[in-house]
């Protein structure tokens, strides 16, 4: 079946201009996750939905960043204001419902690029 | 206390060699340990994991050690292929259920053909 999907795959921007960028989740996968992966680092946990739950922003690195989720579906993370560190590679991933350590599948990634 | 370090950051290594890649973590609560495996362009992609009740996994060529008195466990990959080349993520998380993943900073294996 079809696997996590982002858009876009590449988005360039300057400095100042707002971004959104779009994951959709694995058809009837329950949780959802946004990571940030810089040059030479490790991901970056960033906020995670689950279900009707309040999500989880502790991961969020200002109040530039925010994200939804939209019925319990699809989700966007925008950055506002793009600074050049926030260039990076943003990743979305998803889990299913039932899985005990809840296995998590990652999307291919949005690579932004802040000049 | 939410950290994971590991090394080493880069790899090489000959085509049926074994590479291994270490990881160290702090926090106690840690109780799931998946590998992932990232090809460039790619989103990561788990390869293997284990909970601290065992001392080792292993699945085809990939092995998991584990050392919970350490704090430590490592990725060991038999037989290394030049298909193998890729970014190797370790990470942890804390109880069952749907916790964010915390990763170490990857290393980049190459196997030499």
């Known amino acids: 079946g079809a696997g996590v999907s982002q858009s876009p795959s590449n988005k360039v921007t300057e400095k100042g201009k707002d971004v959104e960028l779009r994951c959709d989740p694995i058809s009837g996968h329950t949780a959802l996750y946004w990571y940030r992966q810089s040059l030479g680092q490790g991901l970056e946990f960033l906020i995670y939905?689950?279900?009707?739950?309040?999500?989880?922003k502790s991961g969020l690195p200002s109040d530039r960043f925010s994200a939804e989720r939209t019925g319990g579906s699809v989700s966007t993370l925008t950055i506002q204001r793009t600074q050049q560190e926030d260039s990076a590679v943003y990743l979305c991933a998803s889990s299913p419902p039932g899985s005990l350590y809840n296995e998590q599948f990652f999307g291919p990634g949005t690579r932004l690029t802040v000049l | 206390q939410q950290q994971v370090k590991q090394s080493p950051q880069s790899l090489i290594v000959q085509k049926g060699g074994i590479s291994i890649i270490n990881c160290a973590y702090e926090n106690t609560a840690f109780d799931y340990f998946p590998w992932y495996q990232q090809f460039p362009g790619k989103g990561p992609a788990l390869l293997i994991a284990i909970r601290p009740d065992v001392s080792e996994k292993k699945e085809g060529r990939f092995t998991i050690s584990f050392n919970k008195s350490a704090k430590q466990f490592s990725l060991h990959i038999m037989d290394s292929q030049p298909g193998d080349s890729a970014t190797y993520f370790c990470?942890?998380?804390?109880?069952?259920?749907?916790?964010?993943?915390?990763f170490g900073t990857g290393t980049r294996l190459l196997v030499s053909p």
């Open positions: 939905f689950q279900g009707n739950s309040a999500p989880d």
């Open positions: 990470a942890a998380k804390r109880g069952t259920g749907f916790q964010k993943l915390v």
